[in-house]
């Protein structure tokens, strides 16, 4: 792909890059910015009014065009270690619904990306456009406004939503106890809104769906992550998380249909599946969110700056809202500090039309496309790929009978199923399984076994 190329020496590092000119690059796209071993403590995951090398903890920093639209994806590479077994394929990590990369970085101690590249995987974190570094040219086209009377509109709703936000939050931190002040989270909270508000005129351009991220944003990656690496039979290992899995299975089930190669020498997926509609998800219980959120005709909701907002209701007394976070890990799994990080820095605003075509996975039949025709589940029996799923045994969000009901579809003979967990502990929920205190020691092990025996292939 015609890229420029940049690399920023080791003595660079402290010059920045403005991350308002990762969002206005207008169409030049630098293929890669070389960081070398950044520190682990990146700053709030928006990349507005911040620095790509205060963000990415990666090696290497690259973008790549996505095509049919303005926006250049952002991949993370990781540069397998030269003590470690060479291996003949790259690994390429995907991320969940409005998270970036930093959920598979997210400390030295829970690094499931640092653990991969150390066991000698070249590995790159895809971030999908609108997570993240990706970017966006701020370019429009002069027969085209880029502010019309609707997106004005639109603007409006969201800078009234986040102004009550702010109220609600400045209330809060009124009854609490002044921890808040003394963490200078208050302050952060003011620069995340300040940086939102920037934002705003982008919030019409967040119009895509679940299918442009398949047929557009990770055959792109895909073709990138080849030519930078060049394994000899072209192939990639892949491993995605909540919707990350979801893609690489619709992925397969898409070729497998039209009987074509992949790319792809072995899947991983964990908390996935194509199908909830007969398990006890939560997810059930957002539905009916879908139909008041289509009435107000937003085009993206800022789930990274209302939980921003949400913050002292859930990680400071009284707790009013400390339940999110049972959705996220099992009791005692992961460091507060490290589920903190989570909420403020790895969320991102999502695009409704993403949203609304996830929700019909909790439908009879599973995920559609966006005809609303096509079954992603009815055709996944039709893969070559051999495929690893993974559950978590207290994973509320993809419960272990939501993976079955997609594992059970795959040809027996190319799956392998695992419920991790065991009854007296330790047990897994949603992201524990990345990030969790055990994960180190019971899950990437068995991980990396899965990826040793089929890239030897």
């Given amino acids: ?9 080791s003595a660079s590092l402290t010059s920045s890059v403005p991350a308002s000119s990762l969002l206005s690059q207008s169409r030049y796209s630098f293929s890669s910015v070389q960081l070398g071993r950044v520190g682990s403590s990146p700053a709030i995951g928006s990349v507005a009014k911040t620095t790509a090398n205060e963000i990415c903890t990666a090696d290497e920093l690259h973008y790549v065009p996505v095509p049919n639209s303005d926006w250049r994806a952002a991949l993370w590479r990781y540069l397998p270690s030269p003590k470690a077994p060479k291996r003949k394929h790259p690994l390429l990590l995907l991320s969940g619904i409005a998270t970036n990369a930093l959920t598979y970085d997210l400390s030295p101690e829970c690094s499931f990306a640092r653990f991969m590249s150390g066991s000698g995987f070249d590995t790159w974190i895809l971030e999908l456009r609108g997570a993240g570094l990706s970017s966006l040219s701020l370019d429009t086209d002069p027969e085209k406004p ?82 930078q690496t060049k394994p000899k039979d072209g192939k990639l290992l892949a491993i995605g998380h909540s919707m990350g ?109 993403l949203l609304f075509q996830l929700a019909t996975a909790v439908d009879q039949g599973g995920l559609r496309d966006r005809t609303g025709n096509f079954y992603y589940k009815d055709h996944i029996s039709q893969t070559s790929v051999p495929i690893l799923a993974l559950a978590g045994d207290w994973d509320i969000v993809c419960p272990p009978d939501a993976v079955y009901d997609t594992v059970k579809l795959i040809p027996e003979h190319l799956a392998t199923f695992k419920v991790l967990g065991s009854p007296g502990g330790p047990h897994y929920g949603h992201q524990d399984m990345i990030s969790g205190r055990t994960a180190r020691s019971e899950i990437y092990p068995l991980i990396i076994q899965f990826l040793q025996r089929h890239d030897e292939r």
């Fill in 1 to 9: 792909m015609d890229a420029l190329r940049f690399e920023l020496s």
């Fill in 146 to 227: 880029r502010s019309t009377d609707s997106s004005k509109d639109e603007q409006r709703i969201v800078s009234n939503l986040l102004e009550n936000l702010i109220n609600v939050s400045e209330r809060v931190e009124n009854v609490l106890d002044g921890g808040f002040k003394i963490l200078g989270l208050q302050d952060r909270l003011s620069k995340r809104v300040e940086d939102f508000k920037q934002r705003l005129e982008l919030i019409p351009r967040y119009n895509w769906d679940f299918d442009n991220y398949l047929e557009e944003d990770i055959p792109s990656a895909m073709e990138y992550v080849r030519t």
């Fill in 245 to 353: 899995g979801i893609l690489l299975y619709a992925l397969l089930s898409k070729y497998g249909l039209q009987g074509m190669d992949s790319g792809l020498a072995s899947v991983t997926t964990i908390a996935s599946t194509l199908d909830y509609s007969s398990s006890g998800t939560l997810l059930k219980y957002l539905l009916p969110v879908k139909e008041p959120a289509q009435a107000i005709n937003l085009s993206a909701l800022p789930i990274d700056t209302m939980l921003a907002m949400a913050h002292p209701l859930i990680f400071r007394p009284p707790y009013a809202l400390s339940w999110l976070t049972t959705n996220i890990s099992a009791p005692q799994m992961m460091d507060t500090e490290v589920i903190e990080k989570l909420v403020l820095n790895s969320l991102c605003t999502v695009p409704a039309k």
